[in-house]
C-alpha cells in the first residue's frame, strides 16, 4: 500500500507564501507520479501540478508562475511552494500518487489516473 501524507497547510493573509510537502511511503515504484490538487468548498477536485519520475513537471495555468513544484533526492517527498497567494487558492490541497509512470511521459494531469491519494491539508487565504 501507497500513502500520501501532507503537511503544511495554514491560514496566511493574500500576498503571502507558504509551502506544502507530501510524504509518500509503502510499497513504492519506480517511475512513480506524484501530482498536487485542490478542492475548494463546492467545487470539484482540480489539478495543480505534477512531477515524474523523471523530474518533468506539469502545472495548471492558473497557478503557472506562482506555484512550484520540487522534490528531494529520495523521490519520495515533494513540495508545492506557493507564492502571491490569493484568496481564492483557498482549497484543501491533496497530494495524489501515480503507481507507474510511463518513462519519459509528462506527469498525468486528470485525477482518475492517480492510484493513492492523502487526506490533505487545508489552505485558507484571507483578504
Known amino acids: 500500500q501507497v500513502q500520501p501524507v501532507e503537511s503544511g497547510g495554514g491560514l496566511v493573509q493574500a500576498g503571502a507564501s507558504l509551502r506544502l510537502s507530501c510524504v509518500v511511503s509503502?510499497?513504492?515504484?519506480?517511475?512513480?507520479?506524484l501530482g498536487w490538487f485542490r478542492q475548494a468548498p463546492g467545487k470539484e477536485r482540480e489539478f495543480i501540478g505534477a512531477i515524474a519520475w523523471s523530474g518533468a513537471t506539469a502545472y495548471a495555468d492558473s497557478v503557472k508562475g506562482r506555484f512550484t513544484i520540487s522534490r528531494s533526492d529520495v523521490k519520495t517527498t515533494i513540495h508545492l511552494q506557493m507564492s502571491s497567494l490569493k484568496p481564492e487558492d483557498t482549497a484543501v490541497y491533496y497530494c495524489?500518487?501515480?503507481?507507474?509512470?510511463?518513462?519519459?511521459?509528462?506527469?498525468?494531469?486528470?485525477?482518475?489516473?492517480?492510484?493513492?491519494w492523502g487526506q490533505g491539508t487545508r489552505v485558507t487565504v484571507s483578504s
Open positions: 495524489g500518487a501515480r503507481a507507474y509512470n510511463s518513462a519519459g511521459a509528462l506527469p498525468p494531469r486528470r485525477e482518475i489516473e492517480y492510484d493513492y
Open positions: 509503502g510499497n513504492l515504484f519506480n517511475n512513480m507520479a
